[in-house]
């Protein structure tokens, strides 16, 4: 019928068989017409349905879209001209076949559909159709035959069709431009993302990217110059669509979870049931049982969670993704195994001499085609997988932290703040990498099976002993890889205890310098250490026996393969053709079988990590049922029959709590320590578990908490917390609350930054910050939780004149107290006294004081004890007021300076780092993006104050990693190790070669010898010996693996003990400046690359480094003449490679460097979640967190596109190598035999995957090296004066503890002022001295120069005699004892708290705690002194851990005592007990006492007052009220007039 159609011969087979083939032109001009425009209309509707749905705003015209558009309107006006000859030489005669019109008509209808589906495209964001490229790539292709055919026509001469031809001719170089043309990518100003406009070529080769790499290359990368994520892949666009899916499939994860707990709850209770039944007498023994079982029960059931909800939501998020990548790698998979064929071809086109060279480069063009479709196919499957990656990322970490917002204390109680932030980093990751191997499951077996059976067609059954090999080494596989994964379970749980104690030893740096307790916590981190490297090296050794078997296997195989091949039959010999072939398909195999095991462990710590976050988001919200907000209530806050307890197994803390609360009442909460007043202050904010009755509450909630929560920013962000500006409330707030002074003395005013957990502030500042944010807030109640704690009595009595009281800011509004501060109780509307957990009395104070009970009667014990400050206060008069308004400059210090965790004094603000502003911080900080518009801009253009940032920028490196850190680390490996290691590499890949040169020569028997006279000896002998080679490979790598295994191990030993010995060593200034989160980064993410994966990129890059090269010695050794192409190639290789490696390395500096401040902010939201909650600010920290994930996210998408940039170019210089390479085989094809041609193409086809690595490699290990970088950089930085010198203090000093300053100087850095400007002072053995003076007068400094934290600028301290300077720090400081302000506990047992060497016996232990009034308390837990603290010892009371501190001091017995005055946050009886205590006990004690509340220090022998680092005033109290100095107007304004005032 076609022959009819085009009136001439269709199909003649005859036409190819001869030296100069070609195809008949009537097959041309119908088939390869019909193929392209097929395709076109084909999917033509479907494409403009698509375009129509999805279309945005036009854009304007270009001139791009223009010339494409005139390009298609010349092609139809040629089809008209076609169609016009046609018609008019059609003189009635037949003999025009039909395919003259029909093409062109269909021509035309085609032309039109590509003008209107051009036009259609303005309205999308990619200008440029896939299709249409693929149209026109097609269309070419199938015009090339007909173009050769017409060239061919015309060069013998036939003239007969000229004007058809050349109409041909100008068709196809339109088609031709037209493509160039496509290939352009138009930007239009609407996206800043070029991925979204390219055009599908420059989308496949990812060419929209080169201009990132070469800005890269020409300088380093700044996260400015990389481009915003898509709208599609944001995280809220993200968490949304994921939030749909898990909303489904939680829930039903909860059901299935009730169901397993009623199976259970029903076997338990049947055997519960019988055991009781047995013995009624023995009750008592039932009950204690039964308390066990409870036990066990309980941490039975604690163990179970919603499971396997997780995996689903997130597949039905992104199946879209995964079924494009699903296609994607079938297509792979199904071409790779057309290599082999066409291997085949080759090498029987090599054999026979007669066969046409015209097939030889046809076979050498679809090789390379092939490999090229294999290419982008792939590049574009890695691209699918890795963005799944990222995306699966972004959702877990974004859910994670949403999740901490709500999350119920109960669950949270499980899990520590360095545990969560796990959670978004090490499980978020693992997830991340195991998406990228998720279709590895289904294509492995696919290749696997593929591979069998082609296998089975060379060489029939004998296959199945190859296989049969490979199936036994599957399941040792199997074994290796769980106990593996048992080892890394183990190592996790070790890696958080040791990040963990890093984290506490870290927050309390200060204290283990007090204490000199760095070598204890140093042993205890060793310990965990040792443990884990243990762990890790079991892990390698079974890794290496892992790459043995993996390295065996392909030899094995091959080897029983071809020897029962042999052996079978003595007809069957090896020819070249079915050896290579074969090897081509095993090396197919190999990589199945390498990555199954891999792929298996990587899916089983992902379901470890899935198992994690099913239990963390799963876990249950806060219940804030029992409160009940209720706007039209008349009472503010009703508390009806309300119990609430922090854990439901464990009684109520408040217990049937009833009161009402009036609009507008100032309502004070007073009683002992632990009587639940915070407890109270919880349950209205839901932070407590509801055990029955509820809260009602009318209006919103301003929350300050008892230990202040302070964010790293600004003061100015601290205090408006996300709120408009208001300037004129704010600075009332501000002098409200006594800031103004401290705004002046730091640096940059409110501008200055805080360090993370408010480092560089007083405990007092932190707490009026955080009362001022309260006060901004315009709230309808306030719960104020011991504000006042913290700060001197007159300060106390500013605020709470200004802001608390009748007539402060907040008048008006009502306001919840609780309060130590009885001076302050006659101003309160009603008085709620609290006694465990109930409410033992209410009223107004006059009212209790008439009623005589519990309140009444310690009211008189603490009058009688502070006297005349207590009436001062009550009987205030206005003229009094007037005077103390008079008088700011005396404020006394606002607080409690030296605190515990640096809360350091503003000469150290003055001090901080002077890096500028807002560029020092690698990511937009809190400060600028919650920063409102009004600022007055002038502020931002100064030079900003210096000290003003405290926190340095984090240093990013940036260039190449210097090669000294290499060396570093070669040397922690060892050089002798390192070259073992080497050498064993290098035997491996000489007995390859050799195993390959000797199967070449095995396969050229064939030609020798027949199947029937081919000797058995020389089979025997062939057979041997590529078996023995074959062994050699598989033994040197196993050794190269175990010695590697503990080189590097040793390497990431030294490397962690150097760092963690130099960290302990550093002076507190550094700690002061870094920001904890960094430290740790150091610890947790640098160790573990030197750990895990450097070890790895560095064993690949050696074998892929041998593994090209061997390639190319054996191509070369073939065809000499390949060496002029590997030149050319290789220049292109390493320029690809260099463009690369730059950009590369810096964006993953960049995402290490916004993947701090992530995990930085997460930790801060976490420890400050009851204030976020109580202001109902959790949207705005939502969004913030969104900010900091995308800005992290664009980093890593921008590394992954930049692997997949190099992954193209890559495998072109592969593909050419293999093309190149076939070339030459068909050009001196007389010269070679088929045995040669198979052995390079084998080889040859392997080299592009190998290319690929080793540049990922490289790159790699630059990336990880960037760990050895960092770790080397702290591992380097300054230390503190020696621990321990040459120089001892005689034994027993200080025996009598006189301590002597001579003109003594200190500065806190070099380019600051000094804060101690020359004090001369003695102090006598035993005197009690007392230290006051405004902020910022030195005291603080005073203690720290004293235990040396601080080093002498100039003039000496001695103590009895001995220069402290000239001793070791430790020497020093263990005979000084201080009572930090700051209790800071650790976590680990109530006995390593207090003596962590166990230097002392339990009996003295006993002793010390029966003294710091804590021996009940102990005594009374069940552990005793093994009871477990948490981490920072948040289960017990601020009081509590204060006296701990005192048990600590007591225990230590030295002659020295300095007190910070902490009597903060403990009420009045306990603060007596311990200033009883004191004197008692430090009796024969030289004591200094560094005072916020006159009446503490009155009694003291001498008192020493400070102003500006200089002494003012020394001498005993009574000579210094007599002096009417400064101290006397202090002591006036706390109404002391004489010492005898405050008989204590």
């Not at 606002?894 to 515990?900: F, G, K, Q, T």
């Not at 590997?1126 to 463009?1139: D, H, K």
Request: charge should be neutral; include cysteine; aromatic fraction near 10%.
């Amino acid at each position: 019928m076609l022959e009819k159609f085009c009136n001439s011969t269709f199909w003649n087979a005859s036409l190819l068989d001869s030296p100069e083939a070609d195809l008949p032109i009537c097959f041309e001009q119908t088939v390869l017409v019909w193929i392209p425009l097929g395709f076109l209309w084909l999917l033509a509707p479907w494409q403009l349905l698509h375009v129509y749905r999805s279309r945005t705003k036009k854009s304007p015209l270009t001139k791009l879209y223009l010339a494409k558009q005139v390009l298609v309107l010349c092609l139809l006006i040629l089809a008209a001209i076609e169609l016009v000859l046609v018609l008019t030489e059609d003189s009635g005669q037949a003999t025009i076949p039909a395919v003259r019109y029909t093409n062109p008509s269909l021509y035309l209808c085609t032309w039109l559909l590509v003008l209107l589906i051009q036009h259609s495209r303005q309205w999308c964001v990619q200008k440029d159709s896939w299709f249409l490229s693929l149209f026109w790539i097609l269309s070419i292709l199938c015009g090339t035959f007909q173009f050769q055919t017409l060239v061919r026509m015309l060069l013998k001469g036939s003239t007969s069709s000229l004007a058809y031809s050349c109409l041909f001719f100008i068709f196809y170089a339109l088609q031709i431009l037209i493509l160039i043309l496509s290939a352009f990518s138009r930007r239009d100003g609407s996206s800043d993302n070029p991925s979204l406009t390219a055009s599908f070529l420059s989308n496949i080769t990812f060419s929209w990217y080169d201009s990132i790499v070469l800005k890269g290359y020409k300088q380093p990368l700044t996260l400015e110059d990389i481009w915003e994520v898509d709208e599609q892949s944001k995280s809220k666009t993200l968490v949304s669509r994921f939030e749909k899916h898990m909303v489904r499939e939680l829930p039903q994860a909860r059901r299935a979870l009730q169901r397993r707990r009623q199976k259970n709850a029903q076997r338990d209770s049947g055997t519960r049931l019988h055991g009781l039944s047995k013995n009624q007498s023995q009750s008592q023994d039932v009950l204690v049982l039964e308390e066990a079982k409870k036990k066990k029960k309980k941490s039975g059931t604690t163990e179970d969670f919603p499971k396997s909800w997780l995996i689903k939501a997130l597949f039905k998020t992104f199946y879209v993704i995964i079924l494009k990548s699903f296609l994607l790698k079938l297509v792979f998979d199904l071409l790779m195994f057309l290599n082999p064929q066409l291997l085949k071809l080759l090498i029987s086109f090599a054999n026979e001499q007669d066969s046409y060279v015209w097939t030889g480069y046809l076979y050498s063009i679809l090789f390379f085609s092939v490999a090229l479709i294999q290419s982008l196919c792939l590049q574009c499957y890695f691209q699918h997988c890795f963005m799944l990656g990222i995306k699966v990322r972004t959702v877990i970490i974004a859910s994670v932290y949403k999740k901490a917002l709500s999350l119920s204390n109960q669950a949270r109680k499980q899990y520590t703040v360095g545990e969560t932030v796990n959670l978004m980093s090490v499980d978020a990751q693992k997830l991340m990498d195991v998406t990228s191997f998720i279709h590895l499951l289904w294509s492995n077996v696919l290749q696997i099976t593929l591979s069998i059976y082609f296998l089975w067609i060379e060489l029939g059954p004998s296959v199945l002993a190859g296989v049969g090999v490979m199936l036994l080494l599957i399941p040792v596989n199997g074994i290796i890889a769980i106990k593996n994964k048992t080892i890394q379970v183990k190592n996790m749980k070790k890696k958080d205890q040791r990040l963990k104690i890093m984290n506490e030893i870290l927050n309390g740096i200060k204290i283990l310098k007090y204490f000199a307790w760095e070598p204890s916590f140093r042993n205890l981190v060793y310990n965990i250490r040792k443990k884990e490297l243990k762990n890790l090296l079991r892990f390698g050794q079974i890794q290496s026996v892992m790459m043995f078997l993996l390295f065996l296997t392909p030899v094995l195989v091959s080897v029983t393969t071809f020897s029962v091949y042999v052996l079978v039959d003595s007809n069957n010999v090896l020819d070249a053709k079915k050896a290579f072939t074969a090897i081509t398909l095993f090396n197919i195999l190999r990589f199945p079988m390498h990555m199954l095991p891999m792929v298996i462990s990587s899916m089983l710590q992902a379901s470890v990590s899935t198992e994690r976050l099913e239990k963390y988001l799963g876990g249950d919200d806060l219940d804030t049922s029992a409160i009940q907000h209720d706007s039209n209530f008349d009472k503010v806050v009703q508390f009806s029959e309300a119990s609430f307890t922090w854990d439901q197994n464990s009684e109520a803390t408040i217990r049937d709590v009833n009161l009402d609360v009036m609009p507008g009442q100032l309502v004070a909460v007073v009683g002992s320590v632990g009587s639940g007043k915070s407890s109270l202050m919880s349950a209205m904010l839901g932070e407590m578990e509801n055990v029955h009755g509820h809260i009602t509450i009318k209006g919103s909630i301003a929350y300050v908490p008892q230990q202040s929560w302070i964010q790293n920013g600004t003061i100015k962000d601290n205090i408006l917390f996300g709120s408009e500006l208001d300037e004129k409330r704010y600075q009332q707030v501000l002098e409200a609350c006594a800031l103004l002074q401290d705004l002046e003395v730091l640096p940059g005013g409110d501008l200055a930054e805080i360090g993370e957990k408010g480092i560089n502030l007083s405990g007092g500042q932190k707490q009026r910050i955080s009362l001022a944010r309260a006060a901004y807030q315009n709230s309808d109640i306030y719960i104020l939780d011991d504000p006042l704690s913290a700060v001197d009595a007159h300060v106390g009595k500013h605020i709470f004149e200004k802001v608390l009281g009748p007539n402060g800011l907040l008048k008006g509004k009502t306001r919840l107290l609780v309060t130590h501060s009885i001076h302050f109780l006659p101003q309160v509307d009603e008085i709620v006294v609290l006694e465990n957990g109930t409410i033992s009395e209410k009223g107004s104070y006059s009212a209790l004081l008439v009623k005589k009970g519990l309140f009444a009667k310690n009211l008189k014990t603490f009058m009688k004890q502070a006297g005349p400050e207590g009436e001062a206060t009550v009987n205030e008069d206005s003229e009094e007021e007037d005077d103390y308004g008079l008088m700011p400059s005396m404020e006394e210090i606002p607080e409690d300076v030296a605190s515990l965790t640096m809360k350091r004094e503003n000469s150290l603000r003055r001090t901080l780092s002077r890096s500028s502003r807002s560029s020092s911080r690698p990511l937009k900080p809190l400060k600028n993006s919650l920063r409102t518009q009004n600022v007055n801009t002038q502020k931002e253009e100064e030079e900003p104050v210096k000290g003003q940032k405290l926190t340095k920028k984090e240093f990013i490196e940036t260039g190449k990693v210097k090669f000294s850190i290499y060396l570093k680390y070669l040397r922690a490996v060892g050089w002798c190790s390192f070259f073992f290691i080497i050498l064993a590499y290098v035997i491996n890949f000489v007995a390859f070669i050799g195993s390959n040169l000797w199967l070449s020569a095995w396969t050229n028997d064939s030609k020798t010898y027949n199947g029937t006279n081919y000797p058995a000896s020389q089979r025997d002998m062939r057979v041997g010996v590529y078996g023995a080679l074959g062994l050699v490979q598989g033994i040197s790598v196993l050794i190269a693996n175990l010695w590697s295994a503990y080189g590097f191990i040793h390497a990431s030993n030294i490397l962690h003990k150097q760092l963690l010995n130099n960290i302990l060593r550093v002076p507190m200034s550094f700690f002061d400046t870094t920001p904890i989160g960094r430290i740790v980064n150091r610890f947790a993410g640098d160790i573990s690359t030197v750990d895990d994966t450097l070890p790895m990129s560095l064993r690949s890059w050696i074998l892929c480094f041998l593994g090209i090269i061997s390639t190319l010695v054996m191509i070369c050794m073939a065809t000499p003449i390949f060496i002029i192409i590997i030149i050319p190639l290789g220049a292109i290789y390493v320029s690809v490679q260099m463009f690369y490696v730059a950009t590369s390395r810096q964006l993953r500096r960049l995402d290490s460097v916004t993947r701090s401040p992530l995990y930085s902010f997460f930790s801060e939201t976490v420890s400050g979640l009851s204030v976020i909650r109580a202001f109902q600010h959790q949207e705005r920290f939502l969004k913030h967190n969104e900010v900091l994930i995308d800005t992290n996210q664009k980093c890593v998408f921008s590394w992954i596109i930049s692997n997949r940039w190099l992954a193209v170019r890559l495998e072109l210089v592969g593909n050419l190598i293999v093309f190149f390479s076939s070339l030459m085989m068909v050009i001196y094809k007389d010269t070679l035999s088929g045995d040669t041609v198979g052995f390079v193409l084998s080889n040859a086809l392997n080299i592009t995957q190998t290319l690929n690595w080793l540049v990922r490699m490289t790159s790699e290990i630059e990336t990880n090296i960037v760990a050895v970088e960092r770790i080397n950089e702290y591992i380097n930085l300054e230390n503190e004066a020696p621990w321990v010198t040459d120089k001892r203090p005689p034994a027993g000093w200080p025996s009598k503890g006189e301590i002597e300053f001579n003109n003594y100087q200190v500065r806190y850095r070099p380019e600051l002022d000094l804060v101690l400007k020359g004090i001369t002072c003695d102090i006598k053995s035993q005197e009690k001295i007392g230290v006051v003076g405004r902020t910022g007068a030195g005291k603080s400094s005073l203690t720290n120069s004293l235990f040396r934290i601080l080093e002498a600028a100039g003039g000496q301290i001695l103590i009895d005699g001995v220069d402290i300077a000239s001793i070791g720090l430790h020497d020093l400081r263990e005979k000084l004892t201080i009572i930090p302000q700051d209790p800071i506990l650790f976590s680990g047992s109530l006995r390593m708290n207090l003596d962590p060497f166990s230097n002392y016996s339990d009996e003295e232990i006993w002793k010390a705690l029966e003294l710091a009034h804590l021996k009940s308390f102990v005594a009374g837990l069940q552990l005793g002194l093994s009871h477990e603290l948490t981490e920072a010892g948040d289960n017990l009371s601020i009081g509590q851990r204060q006296l701990l501190c005192l048990a600590r001091a007591l225990l230590r017995k030295s002659k020295i005592l300095i007190m910070d005055e902490a009597t903060a946050a403990i009420d009045l009886e306990t603060d007596h007990l311990i200033q009883l205590t004191i004197q008692k006990e430090f009796s024969h004690c030289t004591t200094i006492t560094i005072a916020h509340r006159l009446h503490t220090i009155i009694d003291s022998d001498k008192v020493m007052v400070l102003d500006n680092g200089k002494i003012v005033e020394y001498g005993s109290p009574e000579e210094l009220l007599e002096a009417r100095g400064p101290f006397y107007l202090m002591a006036k304004e706390a109404g002391i007039e004489h010492v005898n005032s405050t008989a204590l």
